[in-house]
């Protein structure tokens, strides 16, 4: 077992999780045409990426990485085929989680993100 010591640098994590997350996104649209499959795991690693810099800001750690499973199989086997369907299903929660990694310096204390954090983490994306 080897011990890894690093330090956060949390305004290039945030800046280049945002970036990361809004590129997957766009991507997602720009291949719906061309290849359903892959724009739809884009889809799906956008929450990743972001919930993985959530958790990486609030624990220090990522102990997560099965992120979103539920979701990739959700997406992959729903037969509504319009990009419109599944903008609707998930605009909203992936606006909610870009806009927490963005104001985060804006809640002062780690406590208040956390609380913030596990309200948005525990709810259904429907």
Same mark, same amino acid.
């Given at each position: 077992?080897?011990?890894?010591? /690093? $330090?956060?640098?949390?305004?290039? *994590? *945030?800046?280049?999780?945002?970036? &990361?997350?809004?590129?997957?996104?766009?991507?997602?649209?720009? *291949?719906? +045409?061309?290849?359903?499959?892959? @724009?739809? %795991?884009?889809?799906?690693? $956008?929450?990743?990426?972001?919930?993985?810099?959530?958790?990486?800001?609030? !624990? =220090? $750690?990522?102990?997560?990485?099965?992120?979103? =499973? &539920?979701?990739?199989? +959700?997406?992959? !086997?729903? $037969?509504?085929?319009?990009?419109?369907? /599944?903008?609707?299903? /998930?605009?909203? @929660?992936? #606006?909610?989680?870009? %806009? *927490?990694?963005?104001?985060? =310096? +804006?809640?002062?204390? #780690?406590?208040?993100?956390?609380?913030?954090?596990?309200?948005?983490?525990?709810? &259904?994306?429907?």
């Amino acid at each position: 077992d080897m011990d890894f010591h /690093y $330090t956060l640098s949390q305004p290039p *994590l *945030l800046r280049a999780n945002i970036e &990361d997350a809004s590129h997957t996104w766009n991507k997602t649209r720009r *291949l719906w +045409d061309t290849d359903r499959y892959k @724009a739809k %795991k884009n889809l799906v690693h $956008t929450f990743r990426t972001l919930d993985y810099a959530i958790e990486l800001l609030t !624990t =220090n $750690t990522i102990k997560d990485f099965s992120s979103h =499973n &539920d979701m990739i199989n +959700d997406v992959l !086997t729903n $037969t509504n085929e319009t990009y419109d369907h /599944y903008e609707k299903k /998930y605009i909203d @929660a992936m #606006k909610a989680k870009m %806009k *927490l990694l963005k104001h985060y =310096n +804006d809640f002062g204390k #780690k406590q208040k993100l956390t609380t913030l954090v596990h309200h948005l983490w525990h709810q &259904d994306i429907d």
